[in-house]
């Protein structure tokens, strides 16, 4: 009998055993600030549907006339059998939105970092990459073959004295060309970079300065127009990488900057031309996302309202939330069979709170959590209702 596969089985009981088995739970509902997960009615604190677009009324609407009109699947990649009409009006709305020349957008978040990091630099190159930067920023670096250099969290001195130490003081220079690449908005913790500092170094090296803006994109800035707007930095970040798979309610990634960038992704980011891009619905359901993102800031606001509320209360109720300035909220709880334990507690009966614990490899050792993710879908009453599960959860395991 073959062995090949003996090495999983024995890894996947080594995670058991130590509480990191990610079990998922299913959905039977639409997204919303309730739903039913494994066949019970919760209230939902994970989703990143930040301003409840998901299952909102004209989102759904336009994917089913998209559907009427074009069917379901783009059935090849763009590049090879041409490109649906919705897809180029997708990304002439999102360059005007986000207020830069083009955009162009591919199948996830994800892949817009797996295609844009190794189209602009490999292995002669060097990229600056923050220390808590997402996956697929890790990804994607890693994919370029430049050479990696990874700065402290959210520190421009840092950053500074790792760029002058690579560059070092020789007249030849030793690399082709530079990268500087952060998350806008960290989605563990809820803080935002330090832009502005972070511009003026990549300005001062003439070094190419990329953000993810996945937690940033309809949360930040005008109307939810990003981190870039946030900061007034329009026209100084060269690529803004975003996601249509979070406050967008949809699914997709986007890339804005420069027409020249767009151009170059156009021909030479891999996901772009090896994969076929989201289905029509998802792109006019990411137009009607923008119709409601540009004629109003109600949304966002309510967003803000929320999750200032919200934090503001936990505070009161002496947890620690952490150093996050967004809609974000870490509950900070230390061990990860704590934090395993309180999301339970908040899951059960009669709290029916879904509110998941984060740990280790994705967030350092001791520093395990349940990460609340607050959305303009929740009224008053439910953020009121989830606010006295975790007292009542908080005291019974003495963490407050
Ligand atoms: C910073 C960051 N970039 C990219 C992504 C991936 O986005 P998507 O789900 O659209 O692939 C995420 C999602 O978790 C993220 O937090």
């Not at 998901?54 to 089913?64: E, F, I, K, S, T």
């Not at 990649?77 to 997708?90: F, K, N, W, Y």
Request: aromatic fraction near 8%; proline fraction near 4%; hydrophobic fraction near 45%.
């Amino acid at each position: 009998m073959s062995t090949k596969t003996d090495w999983i089985t024995q890894e996947l009981a080594s995670l058991k055993q130590q509480g990191l088995y990610n079990t998922i739970r299913t959905i039977e509902s639409p997204q919303g600030a309730w739903l039913v997960v494994d066949g019970k009615r919760v209230l939902n604190f994970c989703s990143n549907n930040y301003l409840g677009l998901a299952n909102h009324p004209r989102l759904v609407q336009a994917a089913q006339d998209a559907v009427k009109q074009y069917g379901v699947g783009p059935a090849a990649v763009r590049s090879i059998a041409g490109t649906m009409s919705l897809h180029v009006e997708l990304e002439k709305r999102l360059a005007a939105f986000k207020g830069v020349e083009a955009a162009i957008t591919f199948q996830s978040g994800f892949n817009a970092n797996l295609a844009t990091i190794p189209a602009l630099v490999g292995r002669e190159d060097v990229i600056y990459s923050d220390r808590l930067n997402h996956a697929s920023i890790i990804d994607g670096c890693r994919l370029s073959g430049a050479k990696i250099v990874a700065y402290d969290h959210c520190s421009p001195a840092h950053l500074k004295d790792t760029i002058a130490a690579e560059q070092g003081r020789s007249t030849e220079r030793l690399y082709r060309r530079a990268l500087i690449v952060t998350d806008g908005v960290f989605s563990m913790d809820g803080d935002v970079a330090p832009l502005p500092e972070i511009y003026a170094i990549a300005r001062d090296e003439d070094i190419l300065l990329m953000v993810d803006d996945a937690h940033g994109e309809g949360v930040l800035g005008r109307g939810g127009r990003g981190i870039v707007d946030h900061f007034g930095l329009h026209g100084k970040v060269d690529i803004e990488v975003g996601t249509l798979s979070k406050a967008f309610g949809v699914v997709g990634g986007v890339v804005a900057g420069k027409q020249v960038v767009v151009d170059w992704l156009r021909q030479r980011g891999r996901p772009f031309l090896f994969s076929s891009a989201v289905t029509a619905p998802d792109a006019a359901a990411c137009l009607a996302a923008l119709d409601l993102l540009e004629a109003s800031t109600e949304l966002v606001d309510r967003l803000w309202d929320n999750a200032k509320y919200f934090k503001a209360e936990m505070k009161r109720l002496g947890f620690d939330t952490g150093v996050s300035t967004t809609p974000i909220t870490p509950v900070m709880l230390g061990e990860a069979p704590l934090a395993q334990q309180f999301s339970r507690a908040l899951f059960d009966a009669p709290r029916d709170v879904f509110a998941m614990a984060i740990g280790y490899p994705t967030v350092p050792q001791g520093k395990a959590r349940i990460r609340v993710m607050i959305s303009a879908a929740h009224s008053r009453d439910d953020l009121d209702q989830g606010l006295e599960a975790f007292a009542k959860v908080g005291k019974e395991l003495r963490v407050i």
